[in-house]
């Protein structure tokens, strides 16, 4: 499906299908063996492993805790050297707990023969835990 290459617009393209709900072009954007680290020790830290664990059971998992429809995703900036993106972005939306999730992250991306092969992501962990986990 994918034709872009340049490890900047792979990672630009990823963003812009999570703030577009573009899940064909989501799934699309992960190498078969990815990999997405996400930090600190709430219930969805860890290494996920595979583009199906990331998309489906990373990412997909969150959707029961948002209120449909509120999630945006704003792309703040890019720095691209070699097969290394860093993509900062913004995601807000309301909780089924009554609140609001405002969030600003960064993720260091590895990208190779047009599909992301790796996440880093850095972010703030504790407002995850209180909008997100509250029970945890």
């Not at 009554?98 to 190779?112: E, F, K, P, S």
């Amino acid at each position: 499906m994918s034709e872009v290459t340049d490890p900047r617009a792979v990672v630009v393209r990823y963003v812009e299908a999570v703030r577009d709900g573009d899940a064909a072009v989501i799934r699309d954007s992960f190498a078969q063996d990815a990999t997405w680290h996400y930090p600190g020790d709430l219930p969805i830290s860890k290494v996920w492993r595979g583009r199906d664990a990331i998309v489906d059971d990373f990412l997909g998992g969150l959707g029961p805790i948002l209120v449909p429809g509120t999630m945006e995703v704003r792309l703040v900036s890019t720095i691209a050297e070699g097969d290394r993106v860093v993509a900062e972005w913004t995601s807000t939306a309301r909780t089924v707990y009554g609140g609001v999730y405002d969030n600003r992250c960064a993720g260091v991306c590895t990208v190779r023969d047009g599909r992301i092969t790796s996440v880093v992501e850095y972010t703030d962990t504790r407002h995850v835990a209180a909008a997100l986990f509250p029970g945890a």
